[in-house]
């Protein structure tokens, strides 16, 4: 089973910068897809960015250009780098890995406990 833990949450400023972290742990063969999705105060869970295990990346069009996902295998860690941050970026942003417990088995996907993400000034 794996257990995502994310951290880098917090308060930013308009313009500022923050860095998500997010490992998974536990029992599994390998990590498939890992991404983020955020969810704002009276919205839908919507996706801001997915890498898969060779490196591409789907970079929602609202955070394009501003936004950087990334990740480290051998660490089984996904980033999200933010820069230039709006306010309407503020919400509570969820990490999640597609997991395979094992090697033949298909991917289940997990989901971190969410960390939350404020910008104003």
């Known amino acids: 089973q794996v257990q995502l833990v994310e951290s880098g949450g917090g308060l930013a400023q308009p313009g500022g910068s923050l860095r998500l972290s997010c490992a998974a742990t536990g029992s599994f063969s390998s990590i498939d897809a890992m991404g983020w999705h955020r969810q704002a105060p009276g919205n839908q869970r919507e996706l801001v960015a997915h890498i898969s295990s060779s490196g591409n990346t789907n970079i929602a069009d609202s955070v394009l250009g501003r936004f950087t ?30 997991g395979r417990l094992m090697a033949w088995a298909r991917p289940i996907r997990s989901w971190g406990q969410g960390t939350q993400v404020t910008v104003s000034s």
């Open 69 to 98: 996902i990334s990740r480290d295998n051998a660490k089984h860690t996904v980033y999200l780098q933010m820069n230039s941050l709006k306010p309407e970026d503020t919400a509570v942003y969820y990490c999640y890995a597609d």
